[in-house]
């Protein structure tokens, strides 16, 4: 007895699904532990706030979160990307729409979050922000952050 496939674009369709999400959990994994042994200014930046700012820059990112989580509008990206996959003809453009709108929702927590962290900066007096300057130059050392040298980059 012979099967007929009925859907032979759907292993291709699962392949660059399964390769998305992979592509996404990298990308995560990369921002989570800072990616590769230099550190994170940011990241250094936010551990050298004395004690008490980090917990409220922590507070306030969490409700950034939040907040995304429930904005939402319109069709959240993740489904719209199935559905443009699934698809019987391909959309290209939809599906790189739905790509965009997980983007764009990124950047906007991402500049949230940036401008707390300037605000935060911003209401220092004079004194503290030599004190938190000390701590981020201390944090960079301790990160082996340095700019990239015109000879590291090979020129």
Known sequence: METRKRFP????????SVMLNLAALG???GIITRAGSDGSVMRA?????????????????REIWRAARAERPGRPAAPAMIAA??????????FAASLQQAQ???VRMSSE????LVN???AMTPE???AYADALQEQMRARRWHPRSEAARGN
Do not use: C, N, Y
């Open 45 to 61: 930046a936010i551990s050298a706030l004395p004690a008490d700012e980090r917990r409220k820059l922590r507070r306030e990112t």
């Open 113 to 116: 979050m940036h401008l707390r």
């Open 128 to 130: 503290q922000r030599h």
């Open 9 to 16: 674009w759907l292993k291709a369709a699962l392949a660059v």
């Open 27 to 29: 990308v995560l994994g």
């Open 120 to 122: 935060s900066v911003s």
């Open 85 to 94: 996959l699934r698809a019987e003809e391909f959309d290209a453009d939809a």
């Open 104 to 106: 764009d929702r990124l």
